[in-house]
């Protein structure tokens, strides 16, 4: 069932209502400066929002306004979030690495009157291009004491002066406007109402209860630390929230910060890109071989694959589900590897959900087989984050899911998918041409192309943009080729080329992580990038990945060649989007040369 279609109110009631119904209930986790997480109570929270609300408003900050976030994903984030939304402001997140004319758009475009940054860079970043934003009247900095300014401000307002402004909110009403990273083309600022994310949030919430809601006795928490800029993230912290969930905050996405704040956190469930199950994967196998137990650990994957597709094939009604064999196999090896996978990500995770890109079967089959079901879906900003899902107890492994309830997807005549539902956006902000262009009757054009099978699951191909044909005028869309290249352990990326060229080639990175590894497994030395583009060995082992993807596409679609990178694509270097997919042209331009040579 789709949730229903909020009549009143806001975001920020949630924090209201949370505190009054259950003052005592944790709502939070906060990681102190001494490392410990300490929890916050409903009813603190809600002191905490109202507090900053109340400062907000003694700094000018007026119902409507829009106000800029630019900083890592951490607890003052959400607390800035609720507190903008209490008093009937609109956020608008930026992401952190930004460039100073990425910053300039943003701020300019939404006519932002105030910024909140993390620390000094941003500041500086903000301050390089502030003569060009008349609109920006406030700059806070949250590790120059903002929060406590803020509150010191706002402690001669009356409560009841946040109370009128968040009886105002509407559903409605904006809460956010969040700009398209985009691969291509300046970003656009997508409005994303109250109702939007209610309906997306409650939706979720409702129909995934198995991951929202945890066994009798099981406190159901989730560790956030997906970017807060990106519209993920922001349903995470809206759900979280909406459906008394413990939710923490993790600042860094690396695996060295990540890991140990999943064993002390100890979630429930993690939200995730498929990036972070792949290097959660590839640890333990390292682990593995590095202890002279790969065998086992490569048996261990074969069995977990082979009891999730049994699983599966059960729950699908073309199967029987595992046989007494396989469960006593699974069973061994729960115990001295499957485990372990568990509780390197707190030991209580049971549930997951993927998006941003692809997620390959195979890793999906792992986890579940491993104990951890992982629900792909696909989204967009412009859908306000999850369109489609795997539903609980129906998963097909390699899709991306069913529409959730309330929403529909239809596939256009020339394969583009189409989505219509009420998590939907209402438009670009100022900028009706461009709305006009993925807006028609109701249905959003999501520029993605893909397939609907006989049970309604979505299955991506593409994007109609990234299309590649070459000069023979054939079309080819790179996406699974690329990501079954990235397959490989050694792979970083995969950017495949071939526009208007005679085939299709490769520019690869390389996963430092993972070749230090190896090299150390064969008894070598530690090698300096330049060295190892050029080690013959190392191209082998690339070529090995090749060869494997080109097997599941005709000859005119295979990779003929490749070139392997001395250094991974980034978004530092504009490279990357900050949902860390590839820009295709500034990764072309970039490496016009090497491009070049892939076709002398």
Known sequence: MAAAAPHAGGLADTVFDFAQEDPGRIALGRKGADGRWHDVTAAAFRDEVLALAKGLIAHGVRFGDRVALMSRTRYEWTLFDLALWAVGAQSVPVYPTSSAEQVLWMLYDAEVVAVMVEHEDQAMTVGSVIDRLPDLKRLWQLDAGAMGELVEAGARIDDEVVHRHRRAVTPDSVATVIYTSGTTGRPKGCVITHANFMFEADTMVARWHPVFRSRPGDETATLLFLPLSHVFGRMVEIAALRGRVKLGHQPELSAKALMPDLVSFRPTFVLAVPHIFEKVFDAARRKAEAEGRVGPFDRA?????????????????????????????????????????????????????????????????????????????????????????????????????????????????????????????????????????????????????GALDEDGYLTLTGRKKEILVTSGGKSVSPGGLEER?????????????????????????????????????????????????????????????????????????????????????????GLLTPSLKPKRKAIEAAYATEVEALYR
């Open 485 to 573: 290249v990235r397959a490989h352990p050694l792979v970083a990326q995969c950017v495949a080329v071939g526009n208007d060229r005679p085939y299709i080639a490769a520019l690869v990175t390389i996963d430092r992580e993972a070749v230090e590894h190896w090299l150390a497994m064969r008894g070598r030395a530690p090698m300096r990038p330049a060295e190892l583009v050029r080690d013959p060995d190392l191209e082998r082992e690339v070529r090995r990945a090749v060869v494997a993807a080109n097997t599941a596409v005709s000859q005119a679609e295979s990779i003929r060649t490749f070139r392997i990178l001395a250094h991974p694509f980034s978004e530092e270097h």
């Open 301 to 449: 994957v074969d069995v977990a694959v082979t009891y999730a597709e049994a699983l599966e094939a059960r729950a699908f009604g073309t199967g029987p589900g595992p046989s007494a064999g396989l469960r006593m196999r699974h069973q061994f090896f729960d115990q001295v590897v499957y485990r372990k996978i568990r509780e390197a990500m707190g030991g209580r995770v049971r549930h997951a959900m993927s998006g941003g890109s692809g997620m390959a079967r195979r890793l999906g089959l792992f986890f579940a087989g491993a104990g951890v079901t992982v629900y792909e879906g696909y989204g967009l900003t412009e859908t306000t984050a999850a369109a489609t899902a795997n539903p609980p107890g129906r998963v097909r492994y390699g899709t991306v899911g069913r529409p959730i309830p309330g929403s529909t997807v239809r596939i256009a005549r020339d394969g583009e998918v189409w989505v219509r539902g009420a998590h939907v956006f209402s438009r670009y902000l100022g900028d009706p041409e461009a709305t006009d262009a993925v807006l028609r009757d109701g249905w959003l054009a999501t520029g993605d192309l």
